[in-house]
């Protein structure tokens, strides 16, 4: 499995399926799902690096942000509220990773709706909007959730959260 999959999503998949008091029965689609998920994380994020990689990003200004920026910073900030809560306070690691998935799931939903548009989703529409900027704010929002996303990966993904905390510009 380790071979097949990586050690990122079995020890994704080990600490997901139940909470750790519980006895499991092991699946081998249980893992394929948690080596999916990371599939997505990936996508999700190397789709995104170039634009809110680096230096140079302000701060997203709750002020000036549309309804879908503002849900979007709600849904990210709620997750670290979750995750924290989950692993430090109930050590419950299999409904932060759940947590996760759903602001996944958000950054997706909220993609689409972007100029850049989804990752993987190339189409007529892409052209035509070729050489058009995101706004500063949506740069900024999608920024925070990204690496709030990596960060919160990194217990449980270590190998995997590092790689795209480098591809997000970062050295540390």
Known sequence: MMQKYGADALRLYVVFVAPPEKE???????????????ARVWRLVDHWCETVGGEGVAA????????????????????IRRVTADIEQR???????????????ELYAFSE?????????????DVEHAGEMERADTI??????????VLMLSPFAPHTAEELWCRLGYQD
Not at 26 to 38: A, H, K, M, P, Y
Not at 100 to 105: A, F, R, S
Not at 144 to 149: G, V
């Open 91 to 105: 050590q419950q690691l299999n409904t932060a990773v759940s947590a996760l998935m759903e602001l996944v799931n």
């Open 140 to 149: 900024a929002v999608v920024r925070e959730a990204i690496e709030s996303l």
């Open 60 to 79: 997203p200004q709750q002020a000036s942000l549309n309804p879908a920026e503002r849900s979007l910073r709600r849904k990210t900030h709620d997750t």
């Open 24 to 38: 499991i029965e092991w699946t081998d689609s249980g893992i394929e799902g948690s080596f999916r998920f990371l």
């Open 113 to 125: 709706q972007t100029v850049t548009g989804g990752p993987g989703h190339r189409s007529d529409e």
